[in-house]
């Protein structure tokens, strides 16, 4: 597929059927090993994991967009980020736009590391830690330790850790997430939520706007693609004495950035799963 080692071991095994991998994840949300699940020689028993999704519908999508990609390459809008600022809360509104089903792309936000810079052959960012607290239903609170890479002034790269609790919903695709502990930072926190795109709708179902991706498929005989709009409201407030300027326009333009760069890694993600196409081919 002509991605860098790693990436596309991800693609094969997580994005082309996501939230698959959880199977394999125990009640609180940590891998085990063949002998931890198996000390007495006794068949384990498992969580069976709870799909919120059509898994077959899916994938179907998937084959909508890898065909085509091949005669009609999909060309990624620019996000649109807006940054107010209000007695030193900043608010930074991100609306992004993605080539691939919101099934995979809430997957990514909350499961993988896709987040790898090919230029600098590095993550940008990482999950470190990530643990399941509590569940109910698809619901669930985790605890997630991340790692953000920063180069500093060209000269070196800095790791910078978050430490969050994130309240997700799998079913309605959204998440709630707010600073245990961040560096530099008074405040920490905000929410994204993902949302289908019926991409083909005015060419495939005329005047007939669906509501819904049932009446999608079925006025578009099909063969209509479902993409994601990406909403994140993200809030910020530096310590004192980065909260005040100069100091607080660096963090201000650090953090968008750093923003830009992971949306345009996810959208690359997307792109290198409409050449895949399914996992049947």
Request: hydrophobic share 30%; glycine share 6%.
């Amino acid at each position: 597929m002509g991605v860098f080692p790693g990436f596309g071991s991800w693609i094969n095994q997580n994005s082309q059927q996501p939230l698959k991998a959880e199977s394999k994840r125990s009640e609180n949300g940590e891998s085990k090993s063949a002998s931890e699940k198996d000390t007495n020689n006794a068949p384990a028993k498992k969580k069976e994991e709870v799909v919120y999704y059509d898994e077959k519908e899916d994938t179907r999508q998937e084959g909508l967009w890898h065909e085509a990609e091949k005669k009609h390459p999909w060309h990624n809008p620019p996000p649109k980020i807006k940054v107010t600022n209000k007695k030193g809360l900043y608010h930074m509104n991100i609306e992004l736009t993605v080539g691939t089903t919101p099934n995979i792309v809430y997957y990514v936000l909350t499961e993988s590391n896709p987040f790898f810079d090919r230029k600098k052959w590095r993550h940008l960012m990482k999950n470190t830690s990530r643990k399941v607290l509590k569940e109910n239903g698809p619901r669930r609170i985790v605890m997630v330790e991340k790692a953000v890479a920063y180069d500093f002034l060209s000269l070196t790269t800095i790791s910078i850790p978050i430490h969050l609790t994130m309240e997700e919903n799998r079913k309605d695709l959204t998440t709630k997430y707010k600073k245990e502990k961040v560096l530099f930072m008074k405040e920490f926190h905000g929410n994204y939520k993902v949302e289908p795109i019926y991409v083909d709708q005015e060419r495939l179902c005329k005047k007939r706007l669906p509501k819904s991706p049932e009446e999608y498929k079925k006025c578009s005989g099909g063969q209509g693609r479902i993409g994601s709009k990406l909403t994140i409201n993200h809030y910020f407030q530096p310590y004192p004495p980065f909260s005040l300027p100069p100091l607080s326009w660096f963090i201000r333009g650090i953090t968008i950035k750093t923003s830009k760069k992971l949306l345009n890694l996810l959208q690359d993600m997307a792109f290198s799963l409409r050449q895949a196409g399914p996992p049947s081919e």
